[in-house]
């Protein structure tokens, strides 16, 4: 039973392989799209044809293999830039994944530090303030609280209201004149939540601070526009929006990145090198050191094709009812209890509960039992467990490919959990 | 796959009634461990007289194996000697690390053999061991801190 949807699920659904597979004689329902979404057969079918008809280092060699594969990446840079918005195409940094793109912003801060005449925007001390919320992904919490241990500025946040949302009472006094930077996280992994931006990158442009998004539960799942969100920098990662890993993105505003000193240094990030001194490349390449993943962008370009294709407006209505259903089914569940946003409204298809005396962990094997593949634990997000005063949940994420037929064989499976800890 | 394989009702026998839970004294020695993939901890005591293991206490959170685990460390080596004690971590950590293919000496191990299921699983085998790395970790640090018969210099 197919709720009315913008997207056409079933023949999507025929692109990924893999949700053809059976977990012992149950047909995979795959609820774990926040961790990592599976790949349709256009991506894998784009790295295959680029590996085996064009691989070659980039920038390098002047050979027909090494111009396809520059022209590939470079393809890729641009398709990605056009997807979220970006005025130009040298503002997307090719990554690893968020973590690293976020690393790569907080370690500009910290290298500023010890360098003479850096730009005095990313100079931090004592004194100096960098704010982030209590919601957030490992990811975009400890690269700050890190670079606030060895800086001497002071680490803080925006806290979280009992039900899930961000508590902007006291934005005015958490945000001032002394925040240099603040980076909060755009769809929340854990709770759900699809952060309200406006109000917040108002306010740290008020006081003069830099400010960024974790994006990447966002980009995968919504419309995001970075001249729109008016921000200085958003990260997101491959492998949650139908691409690969091993690829991430960093954008940024291309003056920031030009002001920004370097993370990672060695090959392609130069312009020359001496004995002594070197002097970097323009962004991106300055922040792209080492042979970039190649393959890994083609197939991120293959997923920004297949995203763009479905619409993001689409995706998204398409989650709306997805997160709506799963909220309605999920409360039919005796013990059960949402943590995070309990109304469809400013959230995404991602919900985490709580089963009254079962330990998600046990949960998730039960479930795996019936072929129901959710994600068990902190979702490196300790603090937001803190808030709600569990060490863990369940956490139920869906996608493009997500149905409400799989939402149906998740709530019996619940209820199988609860009869085998009864 | 077969979760009555997994969740035996030893074992959930063992998680809904734990024995010997909640920390006592005395104790010479005290480990505290996480598992940082799903947040469970666990904090134990032991506590040695005379090369025997008196008495193990704990504390902890955590899924159904991790707490029957525990319960069934506590009943195991409690009233052991250290020497006979280090036999079951031993003889249970190879269980554990079997795969599926071992059976355990239902002797020696006695409701412990009811994990032989959870070898299978290697995201569970963690969890299984939680308690029992806290048990070697405290005894290590029981032993340094009193004399034993086995030798092992008072600090």
């Known amino acids: 039973m197919e709720a009315a949807s913008k ?3 079933e023949s999507i659904r025929a692109d990924f ?6 977990i012992g004689d149950k047909p995979l329902a795959y609820l774990d799209s ?3 979404s599976q790949k349709p057969a256009q991506v894998t079918d784009a790295m295959r044809r680029f590996t085996d008809h064009s691989n070659a280092n980039i920038s390098r060699s002047v050979h027909t293999l090494a111009s396809e594969a520059t022209e590939a990446y470079e393809g890729a840079r641009a398709k990605v830039a056009d997807f979220i918005g970006a005025i130009s195409h040298d503002e997307v940094v090719f990554t690893k994944n968020s973590t690293e793109s976020i690393n790569l912003v907080a370690y500009a801060f910290q290298n500023a530090v010890a360098e003479r005449g850096a730009d005095p925007r990313f100079v931090l001390g004592p004194g100096d303030e960098v704010v982030v919320t209590e919601m957030e992904h490992h990811a975009n919490l400890v690269p700050w609280q890190q670079l606030c241990l060895r800086t001497g500025a002071t680490l803080r946040w925006i806290g979280i209201t009992d039900t899930g949302r961000l508590d902007l009472e006291h934005l005015d006094e958490v ?3 002394r925040t240099k930077v603040v980076s909060f996280v755009h769809v929340a992994n854990l ?3 699809v952060n309200p931006t406006s109000q917040i990158v108002a306010r740290a442009k008020e006081v003069g601070a830099l400010v960024g998004l974790d994006s990447s539960q966002a980009v995968p799942h919504l419309p995001v526009d970075v001249t729109e969100l008016g921000v200085d920098f958003i990260a997101f990662t491959g492998h949650k929006m139908l691409g690969p890993t091993g690829i991430g993105v960093l954008w940024a505003k291309a003056e920031l990145l030009d002001a920004m000193p370097p993370f990672l240094t060695g090959g392609s990030m130069i312009e020359t090198v001496t004995m002594e001194r070197t002097t970097f490349a323009k962004a991106p390449a300055k922040f792209e050191a080492g042979t970039p993943p190649v393959a890994e962008a083609v197939g991120l370009a293959a997923a920004v094709d297949y995203l763009a294709a479905l619409g993001m407006d689409n995706v ?3 989650e709306k009812e997805l997160a709506a259903y799963m909220l309605e089914r999920l409360e039919t569940v005796d013990g059960l209890t949402v943590i995070g946003p309990r109304v469809p409204i400013g959230r995404g298809a991602t919900v985490s509960f709580e089963l009254d005396g079962v330990h998600p962990h046990d949960v998730g094997q039960v479930l795996d039992s019936e072929g129901v593949a959710v994600r068990v634990g902190h979702h490196c997000a300790k603090p937001t467990c803190v808030r709600f005063g569990v060490t863990a949940t369940t956490r139920a994420s869906g996608y493009v490919y997500t149905t409400t037929e799989e939402i149906d064989r998740l709530v019996s499976a619940l209820e199988q959990v609860r009869k085998v800890f009864a | 796959m077969n979760l009555d394989e997994l969740y035996q009702e030893v074992i959930l026998d063992h998680y809904k009634r734990p024995r010997g839970v909640g920390l006592r004294e005395p104790y010479e020695g005290e480990s505290h461990q996480v598992n940082p993939t799903c947040g469970d901890e666990i904090t134990l005591r032991v506590h040695v007289e005379g090369g025997t293991v008196a008495d193990v206490s704990y504390e902890n959170v955590g899924c159904s194996i991790s707490k029957a685990s525990a319960s069934v460390l506590y009943e195991l080596v409690k009233g052991a000697s250290v020497e006979d004690s280090l036999e079951r971590l031993g003889e249970f950590t190879e269980l554990m690390n079997s795969k599926g293919q071992g059976e355990g000496d239902e002797e020696t191990l006695e409701d412990a053999v009811a994990f032989a299921g959870v070898s299978k699983y ?15 970790d405290a005894l290590v640090r029981a032993e340094a801190a009193v004399p034993t018969p086995g030798g092992g210099a008072e600090q």
Not at chain 1, 17 to 22: A, D, F, G, S, T
Request: glycine share 6%; with cysteine.
């Open chain 1, 7 to 9: 997207l056409d699920v």
């Open chain 1, 17 to 22: 392989p893999i949700l053809r597979r059976k």
């Open chain 1, 34 to 36: 926040a961790a990592t």
């Open chain 1, 175 to 177: 945000i001032n004149e």
């Open chain 1, 191 to 193: 709770l759900g939540t």
């Open chain 1, 316 to 318: 998204r209505a398409h």
């Open chain 2, 122 to 136: 290697p995201m569970r085998v963690k969890c299984a061991l939680l308690g029992w790395m806290a048990f070697k």
